[in-house]
């Protein structure tokens, strides 16, 4: 049995398709950059740095209750932001 390797093409994709992803993406970078530094730190440790709340705390020398609120306080606003994207 021969497996099939299946990879997203891109390039078939339509160009509005493109052209919204990149939309979005620059959506959420700025809706990032805007939320408040102490929250956008925690985030990013955890969305993109993969940490779980309990490395955070103890890089940041805060609670993980601490933590917790600032990512949840985070999504609140990103999700603000990105609200009305279609």
Do not use: C, W
């Not at 700025?30 to 730190?41: L, P, S, W, Y």
């Amino acid at each position: 049995m021969q497996k099939k390797n299946i990879k997203l093409d891109v390039h078939n994709e339509s160009p509005e398709h493109i052209l919204e992803q990149e939309e979005f993406k620059h959506k959420l970078i700025k809706a990032i950059n805007n939320i408040n530094e102490t929250q956008r730190i925690a985030f990013l440790m955890h969305r993109i740095d993969g940490k779980k709340y309990a490395e955070i705390a103890e890089e940041l020398n805060i609670s993980i209750k601490a933590v917790e609120k600032r990512i949840h306080l985070a999504l609140i606003e990103i999700k603000k932001e990105i609200k009305n994207f279609k």
